[in-house]
């Protein structure tokens, strides 16, 4: 089935959850190597495919939320407390923000460092600000920050998602994944 149902989620949710999840590990693991480069050629052409992926991943990211908003939820399975489904909502919300916020701080850092940001070299994004180091460095601040958030907060979801099926004994992580 293509949309969610009142049970479970459908395979455009699981893949846009699944995409997602790969290409920001990619995305993380790649930034991390990215920073040890020395400066050079090679350097500029790997932040220049880092800035891409990243612009790709953002737009996922838009379109799965437009996903979700328009597509029933799956409840909460039987037995939820009222504190767990609080929790799995906030849970939710920080990841979608922290997943848009990497991507932006990354765009925005380039910005105000004076440097463009370009899609595959097809074309430049609109640039939104002016050069300005000291708002680069916060935005690189930023970028650093929020992958370290965005990883535990991953920890955290795979960590419910485990309780859930082997101590709830529950249906939530069959729900995106082909189990169910």
Known sequence: MLKNSDTNYGVVAKGFHWLLFMMLTF????????????KGAEKLEAAGMHKSFGAIILTLIFLRLFWRLINVQPGDPEGTT?????????MHGGLYLLMFAQPLAGILMSQAAGI?????????????????IPLAEFFRSMHGIVWILLVLA?????????YHHFIQKDDVLKRMTVGS
Not at 82 to 90: D, E, R, T
């Open 116 to 132: 463009p940001v370009s899609f595959f070299g097809l074309f430049e994004f609109p640039v939104f600000l002016d050069t300005n």
């Open 154 to 162: 991953v920890i955290v979801h795979v960590s419910a998602a485990t």
């Open 82 to 90: 009222p504190i767990q489904s609080k929790l799995a909502s906030v």
């Open 27 to 38: 995305s993380i693991v790649a930034g991390n190597f990215l920073a040890d480069m020395p």
